[in-house]
């Protein structure tokens, strides 16, 4: 129903920079907020950044000052801007989106979406 298509990834040695695409597509009313999240190996999944419908954003401590957050709205998209990589950004980067989609005819649900990632791999 709904899709979360990542692009942008790759390798960079460190103090590169890096800009990753998420694009929604399929059927739906509204999309909240989105975000990304990384998962390093052996490690957990965790925020990166989110933008909510108003614009609002929040950051990892780690990436302030360093990443940021936008989106397009008329084309359902957010991007990550990645500037000053470290190697400790080295991870799988997921795309995330809350997305109001119709359930029945008369009922939207908010309903939780992940893309399939994308790997960014920093060189020391």
């Known amino acids: 129903q709904v899709q979360l298509v990542e692009s942008g990834g790759g390798l960079v040695q460190a103090g590169g920079s890096l800009t990753l695409s998420c694009a929604a597509s399929?059927?739906?009313?509204?999309?909240?907020?989105m975000g990304w999240y990384r998962q390093a190996p052996e490690k957990q999944r965790e925020m990166v950044a989110t933008?909510?419908?108003?614009?609002?954003?929040n950051y990892e401590d780690s990436v302030k000052g360093r990443f940021t957050i936008s989106r397009d709205y008329a084309k359902n998209t957010v991007l990550l801007q990645m500037s000053s990589l470290k190697p400790e950004d080295t991870a799988a980067y997921y795309c995330?989106?809350?997305?109001?989609?119709?359930?029945?005819?008369?009922?939207?649900?908010?309903?939780?979406?992940w893309g399939q990632g994308t790997q960014v791999t920093v060189s020391s």
């Open positions: 399929g059927s739906f009313s509204t999309i909240t907020t």
């Open positions: 933008i909510t419908s108003s614009g609002t954003t």
């Open positions: 995330n989106a809350g997305v109001v989609v119709r359930t029945t005819l008369y009922e939207r649900k908010l309903r939780e979406y």
